[in-house]
């Protein structure tokens, strides 16, 4: 009877310690996920400074929706504008439709440790891709 008493105890004590391990371990990889990007870190003034090209971005929706602009200097028309979390990345995707740019897209992604958007730049007219940054003005 004192042997089944001593496994009892045995077994209770392994149990609390797959317990307590099961528990650490969870916190410790709930704690390790990096935190979802904020997506109003888009909102702003960006500039592409190899040409002067101003992106302001001033409104977003939980749905995906970005309200954006564009200028060179002038404003060109932005037919589409959202952005979207892929993995623990913030991302944005831009579409003019205006004279010299039917269809030509941006795909930019942040870079919160720079704090810049860089990404890809497609010229429909010329149908080439252009790898762009933009730096935060504002």
Known sequence: DAD???RGRWI??????????SAGFWLWYKHAEPPA???????GRW??????????FRDFAP???LTAAYFNPRPIKVAH????????????????????????????????ATDRLVGVYFQAVQRQHFEVE???TQ
Do not use: H, M
């Open 81 to 112: 504008a959202e952005w979207k979390l892929q993995g623990s990345q913030l991302s944005a995707f831009v579409e003019l439709r205006d004279v010299n740019y039917p269809w030509s897209t941006y795909t930019l992604t942040y870079d919160p």
């Open 12 to 21: 209770a004590g392994v149990i609390c310690l797959a317990v307590v391990f």
């Open 47 to 56: 500039l592409r400074p190899d040409g002067g090209y101003l992106l302001v």
């Open 63 to 65: 749905d995906g929706r």
């Open 37 to 43: 990007p904020d997506s109003s870190k888009l909102i």
């Open 4 to 6: 089944d008493r001593r």
């Open 134 to 136: 933009f730096q935060r």
